[in-house]
């Protein structure tokens, strides 16, 4: 069981359409950050939040973080084939063994022309 | 700047051998993740660093260790691979927020 919840694992939309990613979990965390993984590449930031209830927007993308600091989502509105990728939600924790950054499953997005 | 670099990129092992994974970040990070992704499970944790000489456990450590003698390099063994250690391997650095990766290692247990 991992510590992150994705929703939806597969997300298949036309061009043009909206649509909302969700990351839950029962733990607090310090931040959460939102990456974007291409075919043979490693996860890349897009985003941090850092504060209960903030909400960042990067063109686009709207990232929110839950009041409790437990969940995020992250909108995109009219969606574009460029943004076909993987995108994973990722938890800071402070514990006694130093900052751990823990991820989630991820949800693949295709964008259809 | 190279950022992070994983060596090597790809490799084929046979059930039993053991091997070494390196990472090497030139951006003084204090934080070195290393993840393993499969399909359906994003990235887990396998082991991370918080400084030289410190290693913690993560989410999935069985079958694995570690070493961080140079603050700039993070090493992974498997001292006897298992076909299912048949992953892709990522290292991350991290010095503020943001964690960087590396291009990921392809490796298959046979």
């Known amino acids: 069981t991992q510590l992150l919840e994705q929703s939806p694992q597969f997300l298949s939309i036309q061009e043009g359409e909206n649509l909302t990613v969700y990351c839950n979990s029962s733990?607090?965390?310090?931040?959460l950050q939102w990456y974007r993984q291409e075919p043979g590449e490693g996860p890349v930031l897009l985003v941090t939040?850092?504060?209960?209830?903030e909400v960042k927007k990067l063109k686009r993308l709207t990232f929110q973080f839950g009041d409790a600091r437990k969940d995020s989502s992250l909108h995109i509105t009219a969606a574009q084939p460029g943004d076909t990728g993987l995108y994973l939600c990722a938890g800071v924790r402070e514990e006694t063994s130093g900052s751990r950054l823990t991820f989630g499953e991820g949800t693949q997005l295709t964008v259809n022309p | 700047n190279a950022g992070v670099t994983q060596t090597p990129k790809f490799r084929v092992l046979k059930t039993g051998q053991s091997m070494t994974l390196l990472c090497a970040q030139d951006m003084n990070h204090e934080y070195m993740y290393w993840y393993r992704q499969d399909p359906g499970m994003g990235l887990r944790l396998i082991h991370y660093s918080v400084g030289e000489g410190t290693t913690a456990k993560g989410e999935v450590p069985d079958g694995y260790n570690v070493s961080r003698l140079k603050k700039q390099n993070f090493l992974l063994g498997l001292e006897s691979a298992a076909p299912s250690q048949t992953s892709v391997y990522f290292c991350?650095?991290?010095?503020?927020?943001?964690?960087?990766f590396g291009q990921g290692t392809r490796l298959t247990v046979v």
């Open positions: 991350a650095s991290r010095g503020g927020l943001e964690a960087f």
């Open positions: 939040v850092v504060t209960g209830g």
């Open positions: 733990s607090v965390f310090s931040s």
